[in-house]
T-cell receptor, first 113, second 110 residues
Framework: DTGVSQDPRHKITKRGQNVTFRCDPI?????LYWYRQTLGQGPEFLTY????????KSRLLSDRFSAERPKGSFSTLEIQRTEQGDSAMYLC???????????FGPGTRLTVL | GESVGLHLPTLSVQEGDNSIINCAYS??????FIWYKQESGKGPQFIID?????DKRQGQRVTVLLNKTVKHLSLQIAATQPGDSAVYFC?????????FGAGTTVTVRA
């Protein structure tokens, strides 16, 4: 399968713990996006990378959230001191620089107890 | 005035009938629009797209209509099948990121 992959698919954690998610984009895609989706809502943009550079961050991305894409390939999204309000599906997408279509991964479902 | 379809959060359709899903977008500067289908526990899956300089585009069993005057998109699915049951989202692209509308849950009745 050469699509976007995300790991883990599910994560249950206790409030206050740190969690890290990984996204592997489609190999020739140099843009990578993170979105958050809560139940019944559409995905909301969090941040995006062009190669290793993080070019835009949403105001939704509080100081407890950090994303990296150190070698311009896979990306990680870390949430520190998780809160119950962080419970959501975290989606990763990728695209080419010139392409409009974003291809989504299966998501990581986070539950904070 | 022109009639614009209302966005409905749910749509129940008889198998074999046509479905019409409506969406209002917010940014008149958006230059690209996509319809995504999302099944339970999965990420959004691309269905069809349209650029802002077009008003209609057809795919396999699907047609997207764009009305820029009233900032409205619609997705028409012909001969709806059980596999079409999912949540459908429209998304507008502006400045490299996508903004998603409220989804419509489509249920196909056998």
């Amino acid at each position: 399968d050469t699509g976007v992959s995300q790991d883990p698919r599910h994560k249950i954690t206790k409030r206050g713990q740190n969690v890290t998610f990984r996204c592997d984009p489609i190999s020739e895609h140099n843009r990578l996006y993170w979105y958050r989706q809560t139940l019944g809502q559409g995905p909301e943009f969090l941040t995006y990378f062009q190669n290793e550079a993080q070019l835009e961050k949403s105001r939704l991305l509080s100081d407890r959230f950090s994303a990296e894409r150190p070698k311009g390939s896979f990306s990680t999204l870390e949430i520190q001191r998780t809160e119950q309000g962080d419970s959501a599906m975290y989606l990763c997408a990728s695209s080419t620089t010139s392409g409009n279509e974003q291809f989504f991964g299966p998501g990581t479902r986070l539950t904070v107890l | 005035g022109e009639s614009v379809g209302l966005h409905l959060p749910t749509l129940s359709v008889q198998e074999g009938d046509n479905s019409i899903i409506n969406c209002a977008y917010s940014n008149s500067a958006s230059d690209y629009f996509i319809w995504y289908k999302q099944e339970s526990g999965k990420g959004p899956q691309f269905i069809i797209d349209i650029r802002s300089n077009m008003d209609k585009r057809q795919g396999q069993r699907v047609t997207v209509l764009l009305n820029k005057t009233v900032k409205h998109l619609s997705l028409q699915i012909a001969a709806t099948q059980p596999g079409d049951s999912a949540v459908y989202f429209c998304a507008e692209k502006y400045s490299r990121k996508l903004s998603f509308g409220a989804g419509t849950t489509v249920t196909v009745r056998a």
